[in-house]
C-alpha cells in the first residue's frame, strides 16, 4: 500500500512562489520514479515534471522549464516542486505521483499511484 500526501499549495500573487511537497509511504520510495502533473478546471491531467529514482534524469514540460524545479529526498521519503515565477496559467490542482519503475516519465498513464493533489491558485 502506498500513501502520497502533497502540502504546500495555496494562493500567490503572480510572480510569486510556492513549494510543494510530496511525502510518500509504504514502499521502497527510494527505488521508483516520481511526477508532478496538474489539472486545470476543464482540462485534462498534464504532465508538468518528473525525476528519476536516483535524481540523475528529470524532465520538465516546456511551460514550466527555467521555472520550476523538482528534486527529492530520499532518506526523507519526500519529492518536492519549487515554483517561482508563478502565472495565473500555472492554477491547478497539483498531484504527485509514483512509479513502480526507476525510470522517469512524463505519461500519466506510466504511473502507479497518486495522492489527492493540491490546490494552487495564481492571481493576477
Known amino acids: 500500500q502506498v500513501q502520497l500526501v502533497e502540502s504546500g499549495g495555496g494562493f500567490v500573487q503572480a510572480g510569486g512562489s510556492l513549494r510543494l511537497s510530496c511525502a510518500a509511504s509504504?514502499?521502497?520510495?527510494?527505488?521508483?520514479?516520481m511526477g508532478w502533473f496538474r489539472q486545470a478546471p476543464g482540462k485534462e491531467r498534464e504532465f508538468v515534471a518528473s525525476?528519476?529514482?536516483?535524481?540523475?534524469?528529470?524532465y520538465y514540460a516546456d511551460s514550466v522549464k527555467g521555472r520550476f524545479t523538482i528534486s527529492r529526498d530520499n532518506a526523507k521519503n519526500t519529492v518536492y516542486l519549487q515554483m517561482n515565477s508563478l502565472k495565473p496559467e500555472d492554477t491547478a490542482v497539483y498531484y504527485c505521483?509514483?512509479?513502480?519503475?526507476?525510470?522517469?516519465?512524463?505519461?500519466?498513464?506510466?504511473?502507479?499511484?497518486w495522492g489527492q493533489g493540491t490546490q494552487v491558485t495564481v492571481a493576477s
Open positions: 505521483a509514483v512509479r513502480f519503475n526507476s525510470m522517469a516519465s512524463m505519461l500519466v498513464g506510466d504511473y502507479n499511484h
Open positions: 509504504g514502499r521502497t520510495f527510494r527505488t521508483y520514479a
Open positions: 525525476i528519476s529514482w536516483s535524481g540523475s534524469s528529470i
